[in-house]
């Protein structure tokens, strides 16, 4: 079973910011890709944004110029941190892993509540 440690979400004010962190185990040894994909009630899942081994990014268009994601490889560790945050990112975040293009690990997701 193959955990990862999400950290980092709660409740915070409109514009505030909010940094979100997922560790992936030893066990896994390699991490093509990491990344965040967010649900809120009543919406089907959707990619917020992904780092891939060579450090390239893709972001969803609505969190474009306020999330940035980044990685420490030596850590095994990812970061999303967001800024100018919205009422509407409000949403449960889950941490993702591939270690291969075929292969995908999920966190048990962390709470982001925006509200005043």
């Known amino acids: 079973q193959v955990q990862l440690v999400e950290s980092g979400g709660g409740l915070v004010q409109p514009g505030g910011p909010l940094r979100l962190s997922c560790t992936a185990p030893?066990?896994?040894?390699?991490?093509?890709?990491m990344g965040w994909y967010r649900q809120a009630p009543g919406k089907q899942r959707e990619l917020v944004a992904s780092?891939?081994?060579?450090?390239?990014?893709t972001y969803a268009d609505s969190v474009k110029g306020r999330f940035t994601i980044s990685r420490d490889t030596a850590k095994k560790t990812a970061y999303l941190q967001m800024t100018n945050l919205k009422p509407e990112d409000t949403a449960v975040y889950f941490c993702?892993?591939?270690?291969?293009?075929?292969?995908?690990?999920w966190g048990q997701g962390t709470q982001v509540t925006v509200s005043s």
């Open positions: 993702t892993v591939q270690p291969t293009t075929r292969l995908r690990y």
């Open positions: 030893g066990s896994i040894s390699r991490l093509y890709e």
């Open positions: 780092i891939g081994s060579t450090d390239t990014t």
